[in-house]
């Protein structure tokens, strides 16, 4: 089981010294796959190098793979860099030889793995905009408004300096509304194209009350959703609903992730055990909820790119509450086909198109063609074959190769059977499936992800006390208690 801000402060303590501890006996691992990996890079592109220079003697130039959407490289804006899904993306505009600009939040300093990937041309540190709940006192809206335009500002700035021609926002969550922000200036004050939602559509996919309304107007089946701002309207809400034995979970609308992962199925057994749990959930008019029909059944992620209002290229798996293992869905597949739906922002699904990334880097590029005709609602959408399989090895390090174990001994839960079975999985994961962090070209993200980075952020934890109940290795995120 996860800790919780209830758990004693000794355990988080040792959950975090234990990370760290982890972390740097795997270093001198770590660091010898890091030097194994630049020198077989480097022994390639000296291979690829002199075979052209034979070929044509006055070229030395490393030959990549052109893009056939645009006769010209063209320089594209790549945020979020610092998560799977940006760096992925970043790598496949790179491959396909184009300039790639990369850009990220860094908070408390501590730099991401993205900012020392071969495929950026330069990287820049972004001003983090205020995230917060949709309804605010006037005072702190003001706040947030201000740093929304430092951040529009960041972009603005970088966007006419590096002359970008294309922005593809990889932003997590919390920055979701304020790229949208960004976007409607970038439209107004550049020709760079912003390939993110305006802010007002923004705000309405991203809040999880006019999200269920926008998709129940487009006559679309949702699940049954209610605001509420007070325990006696969420009282009230459940009185009504329970008789009919439907359940419900209680789900913040803002990002908060005290309350994300809480799955309670409410009505509980008892109107006091029901309101005990509003209680603690300090609702209000400022921080309101939503009490949504829980729908038993499999979950799928998707990532889609829109052009023009139409779908161009697209790829789906089987979801989780948190995924860390990334198994596409292929084409043929009833449940993709049924899938082919646009999602609000940059997805790390995104990783399912694989070794296919030049079909998805021509698929952005869609966006940059200037007839309209070009991305119609006839033109093929881009469907990824890629059978690869995705992991995070820092993740099944912990998961599926020590806490079994350790689970087994301290607490006599689980059998011997169970550990063997997530040993082999694990080793399975190693040998078959891929980080998506780790290139043999670019190894350097991977090495500093384990090896600084997330040793840093336990770190930190530790020194300000802020404990969490769970990391999410692929977009460098921890969710705190």
């Known amino acids: 089981m996860p800790l919780t801000a209830k758990s004693p402060t000794r355990l988080h303590v040792l959950q975090n010294f234990s990370l760290i501890a982890v972390s740097i006996l795997a270093i001198p691992l770590s660091t010898i796959i890091l030097f194994i990996s630049l020198a ?24 990549r793979r052109q893009s056939p959407a645009c006769l010209a490289p063209k320089t594209i804006l790549v945020t979020g860099v610092g998560m799977s899904k940006g760096l992925f993306i970043a790598r496949a505009f790179h491959a396909a030889g184009h300039i790639v600009i990369g850009a990220d939040f860094e908070p408390h300093s501590l730099p991401v793995c993205g900012r020392f990937s071969r495929s950026l041309t330069r990287f820049y540190r972004l001003p983090s905009p205020a995230s917060s709940p949709p309804s605010l006192p006037k005072d702190e809206k003001g706040e947030k408004e201000d740093d929304e335009m430092v951040y529009t500002q960041k972009l603005l700035q970088i966007i006419n300096t590096e002359k970008v021609d294309l922005w593809i926002s990889c932003s997590g969550v919390m920055s979701a509304v304020a790229d949208g922000f960004a976007a409607d200036a970038i439209s107004r004050h550049t020709k760079c194209i912003a390939l993110q939602f305006g802010s007002q559509l923004t705000r309405t996919l991203h809040e999880k009350h006019s999200f269920i309304s926008n998709t129940r107007s487009l006559g679309l089946n949702v699940p049954e959703t209610h605001l509420v701002t007070s325990i006696e309207s969420a009282m009230q809400a459940l009185d009504v609903l329970g008789a009919a034995k439907t359940r419900y979970i209680l789900k913040s609308v803002g990002v908060e992730d005290s309350v994300r992962a809480d799955m309670t199925l409410l009505p509980l057994p008892s109107p006091a055990a029901t309101r005990a749990h509003l209680i603690a959930a300090r609702m209000s008019p400022d921080r309101p909820f939503v009490l949504q029909r829980f729908v038993r059944g499999e979950e799928y992620c998707t990532h889609a790119i829109v052009v023009r209002g139409h779908v161009v290229g697209f790829t789906a798996c089987g979801s989780a509450e948190l995924l860390m293992h990334y198994k596409p869905l292929l084409p043929n597949d009833g449940i993709f086909k049924a899938l082919l739906e646009y999602t609000e922002m940059a997805h790390t699904a995104v990783v399912n198109f694989g070794d296919d990334g030049l079909g998805m880097v021509n698929a952005y590029l869609s966006a940059l063609s200037i007839s309209p005709s070009h991305s119609n609602s006839h033109s093929p959408v881009f469907v990824s074959s890629s059978t690869t399989n995705h992991y995070w090895i820092g993740h099944d390090l912990i998961t599926r190769l020590f806490l079994p174990h350790l689970i087994f001994i301290f607490t006599g839960k689980g059998s011997w059977a169970y550990i063997f079975a997530s040993w082999r999985e694990f080793a399975q994961h190693v040998l078959y499936w891929r ?3 780790y290139q043999l070209w670019d190894p350097l993200p991977a090495w500093w992800l384990y090896s600084v980075y997330w040793p840093c952020m336990f770190l930190l934890t530790i020194v300000t006390g802020k404990w969490w109940s769970r990391c999410n290795v692929s977009t460098g995120k921890i969710f705190r208690c």
Do not use: E, F, Q
């Not at 390639?44 to 220079?53: A, G």
């Open 435 to 437: 980080d998506p962090t």
């Open 40 to 63: 077989i890079d480097s022994c390639t592109r000296i291979s690829l190098s002199k075979s052209l220079s034979r070929r044509h003697p006055r070229d030395n130039r490393k030959p």
